[in-house]
């Protein structure tokens, strides 16, 4: 059995987010209309475009067949008896989609659950580790935090 498994770096995920943007704005399409056109699910779009999801191999197809761009990544099939990589786990307790959002967008949103748990500070000192020096953490309506980069 067979797994097809797809790696971006971070340089290819934010040009193929920003081809994304570009198509749907160049052909003036709300996202509930590129969704459709794209057949794909609101919460997989969601996700893949606020990084929490890479998404799969078929959902970066279906976009390619819907833009009419070849995405960049790299297409990896695995074997089931494949040995499974060790993936390298950084010690931040900063989500990794984190500096990827604030970088492409100026702002995300964290869990309630990390900020009770690690404590406000302790999420700035990670930030501040991380090159992410002028950011400000605020509450939103629910239970998440807004992280904002200000220049």
């Keep these: 059995m067979e797994n097809h498994e797809i790696r971006m770096t971070i340089k290819q ?3 193929n987010i920003l081809m994304i943007h570009k198509y749907i704005n160049d052909n003036d399409l709300s996202k509930a209309e590129f969704i459709k056109q794209a057949n794909i699910t609101s919460t997989t779009f969601n ?5 929490r999801i890479l998404g799969s191999l078929l959902t970066w197809k279906k976009l390619e067949e819907c833009i009419g761009y070849q995405f960049e990544y790299e297409n990896k099939v695995k074997k089931r008896h494949d040995k ?10 900063i989500p990794e989609y984190v500096p990827l959002m604030l970088k492409l967008h100026g702002n995300t949103v964290i869990g309630g659950k990390l900020i009770r748990k690690h404590k406000k500070e302790k999420i700035y000192e990670e930030l501040r580790l991380l090159g992410l020096k002028k950011v400000i953490i605020r509450k939103t309506d629910n239970d998440n935090w807004l992280i904002e980069r200000i220049n």
């Design 13 to 15: 995920y934010e040009s």
């Design 84 to 93: 499974i990589e060790n993936k390298t786990k950084t010690n931040s307790i």
């Design 47 to 51: 996700n893949i475009m606020t990084g």
